[in-house]
């Protein structure tokens, strides 16, 4: 039986929270896929970075119900607000909502306890300075080779994930996804791409990280 795609009609109402485009449904369609996996998992906390509209998380809600706490940041105070009603409108009552630049206000509290990280960053290749923009371009800037952004957090990633712990990132082929699979290698994960699709000019990936460990022992605990 299909997903339905969660409601976000009043995201217009929000002029700089990004909209649900073709990354975004890209990374519904992965996760839906993976939807037998995710149940299987039995995760406790979800959490995703840079939320912007609310509906990957309200999504995620819909495939694995109300029975785990799923957090949902964005350094954007009107992305907050937008999340909140996405919830709200959704019935999703089990999500809290955290501004905070990637995971930074949070920190060291969730280490060892994040069960399922989603994070669709800004990849776009830009200038570098366009990162730090007050404006919606920041919820696309990635800088240098798109890569400025996500680059911050793959370090953490090992400390954030619970011993089963996965991860859900949306890149572009201009930000190398087969290097950022190596990096991840480098810190202990296996990492493929589950879904690709071209939108345009941009050819887009999702690419899931689980440790190594469990890769070779098949368990996830």
């Known amino acids: 039986m299909e997903i339905p795609t969660p409601i ?18 890209l990374l519904l369609d992965a996760l839906e896929k993976d ?9 406790v906390l979800s959490v995703e970075i840079g939320g912007g509209s609310g509906v990957v998380t309200s999504f995620l809600n819909e495939i694995l119900g109300d029975s785990l706490l799923y957090i949902c940041t964005d350094l954007n105070p009107q992305a907050i607000q ?3 009603e996405t919830a709200e409108v959704n019935h999703n009552y089990s999500t809290e909502v955290v501004q905070s630049d990637l995971l930074s206000n949070l920190q060291p509290r969730l280490n060892g ?9 800004p990849y776009v290749v830009t200038p570098p300075a366009e990162i730090d923009s007050s404006d919606i371009a920041s919820s696309w800037a990635g800088g240098t080779r798109g890569r400025m952004v996500m680059d911050r957090l793959f370090p953490q990633v090992p400390s954030l994930l619970s011993k089963r712990g996965i991860f859900y990132l949306v890149v572009i082929k201009e930000n190398d996804p087969e290097e950022i699979c190596s990096v ?14 071209q939108a345009g000019p941009e050819h ?18």
Do not use: W
């Not at 009609?9 to 649900?20: A, I």
């Not at 939807?35 to 995760?43: G, H, M, V, Y």
């Not at 306890?113 to 960053?121: A, C, E, H, K």
């Open 8 to 25: 976000f009609s009043h995201v217009k109402n929000y002029p700089d929270v990004y909209e649900p485009a073709e990354d975004t449904f």
């Open 35 to 43: 939807k037998e996996f995710l149940k299987n998992l039995k995760p």
């Open 82 to 84: 937008c999340i909140a």
């Open 113 to 121: 306890l994040v069960d399922l990280l989603v994070f669709n960053p």
């Open 184 to 197: 991840f290698e480098s810190l202990g994960f296996r990492g493929e791409s589950i879904m690709s699709r």
């Open 204 to 221: 887009l990936s999702i690419l899931k990280f689980t440790r190594l460990q469990c890769t070779a022992s098949g368990k996830n605990d």
